[in-house]
């Protein structure tokens, strides 16, 4: 994730919910300016683009336009009072299984920054193993994330972020090559 989007995103959960427990004051909404600013698509710092396996690739994956990516981008931010809105686009292209697709996610993330609970915000090295019930993963080419994410949870642990989301797909440059080639198997079978 980039750093200026990191620092955005932890100005925003950890010193706005100061200000949200008194009525709003112009350093809220100078925060709240700073924040839509900093997050303009034409500052580079709305978006990151995740590629799990290191690049240059293999002739073979070029040659094919194989190319696995996950990328986040937030599309919008608002505010109305201490309630903030977050429109987030993700692009997953080739990615695992489902070689030959990209997934187009599309989510509006909307949450009250009273609710946040302050002790809990950490920063956390986004390379760092993650515990799942069949024991720790480790993390895959952890170079294009720079190491760090923001971790928070609400002040009674319930679950107070609405999310309404929708997604598509379709086939990327790979599926289409493989249509092309008349691959059998392709993704048109399966589909």
Not at 6 to 33: G, H, K, M
Not at 43 to 60: A, C, D, I, L
Not at 61 to 83: K, L
Request: aromatic letters at 10%.
């Amino acid at each position: 994730m980039n750093r200026s989007l990191l620092t955005t995103i932890a100005t925003c959960v950890i010193a706005v919910p100061v200000y949200c427990q008194t009525p709003a004051s112009p350093s809220l909404t100078e925060t709240f300016d700073w924040i839509a600013n900093t997050l303009k698509s034409s500052e580079g710092n709305n978006s990151f683009t995740h590629f799990p396996t290191p690049r240059p690739y293999v002739k073979q994956w070029v040659d094919e336009e194989i190319n696995p990516f996950h990328r986040e981008t937030i599309e919008n931010f608002s505010q109305d009072g201490c309630r903030v809105t977050f429109e987030v686009e993700m692009v997953d292209n080739d990615m695992g299984f489902l070689l030959g697709k990209v997934f187009y996610f599309r989510a509006v993330d909307t949450f009250d920054l009273k609710d946040i609970d302050s002790q809990s915000i950490r920063i956390q090295d986004s390379c760092k193993a993650v515990d799942t019930p069949s024991g720790p993963v480790e993390s895959r080419n952890c170079e294009d994330e720079q190491g760090k994410i923001v971790v928070f949870q609400t002040i009674d642990a319930k679950p107070k972020i609405h999310e309404e989301s929708h997604g598509s797909s379709s086939k990327s440059r790979h599926g289409y090559w493989r249509v092309r080639h008349r691959e059998k198997l392709n993704l048109d079978y399966i589909v």
